[in-house]
């Protein structure tokens, strides 16, 4: 292999390094809410009498904990909430601390929302809130939905929020599959059409 197309190769890789850091994804640990589900196994699944959810803060005057397997049970329907999902019941709030945040870049929080079914009809609000931007649903009953909210991260720390509203009974709103991720920067998406430009270059240098 010529010294040519070892540069090629090596430009190409160094290029893609360089767009990977930019578009790396802030991790949002146990975002869906499997890591300690096992230990919720006295009904009805609050972390009362189970265990804290592992990685978030709850706090009330409701209450916090896991549903769906491997936890002991599930008081949603319809049957999609199988998998581990947390809820809150009531009014209170679910947060995280997340570190590793580049001041002035862009990201999208991804999460899905649901709400227990109520005889009565009963409905409540869910803000979920990041760094100043915020984001106000009213879950349903019909399965989860998948929200996206957008910020510009002024702090390389931030703490995510989920905050119920307080309804007229203990309506249940459920939470899962939360992460975030980084938006590509207009010089990020330029490295990537230059690495696959070397690319290009390299393979062609190589069969010549």
Do not use: H, W
């Not at 010294?3 to 949002?28: D, T």
């Not at 409540?124 to 996206?148: C, E, K, Q």
């Amino acid at each position: 292999m010529g010294r040519k197309v070892l540069f090629g190769l090596s430009f190409v890789v160094a290029v893609g390094l360089a767009a990977a850091s930019e578009l790396r994804a802030q991790v949002v640990l146990n975002g869906g809410f499997e890591d300690n589900a096992g230990d919720f196994t006295a009904f009805p699944g609050y972390e009362a009498g189970n265990a804290p959810i592992e990685d978030f803060t709850s706090a009330g005057p409701g209450q916090s904990g896991i549903n769906g397997a491997p936890a002991c049970c599930t008081n949603f329907a319809p049957s999609v909430f199988s998998s581990a999902f947390a809820f809150i019941q009531g009014a209170g709030s679910l947060s995280q601390t997340i570190g590793g945040f580049t001041v002035g870049s862009n990201y999208t929080l991804t999460y899905q929302d649901a709400a227990r079914v109520q005889d009565d009809g009963d409905t409540n609000t869910l803000t979920t809130s990041i760094d100043g931007a915020s984001l106000v649903t009213i879950p349903t009953s019909a399965g989860f939905i998948t929200r996206s909210l957008n910020f510009t991260a002024s702090a390389g720390t931030l703490t995510l929020l989920f905050q119920t509203g307080t309804p007229l009974d203990d309506q249940s709103i459920a939470i899962d599959n939360v992460s975030i991720a980084a938006v590509p920067e207009p010089s990020t998406m330029a490295l990537l059409g230059l690495g696959a430009v070397g690319l290009v270059y390299a393979a062609r240098r190589r069969r010549a």
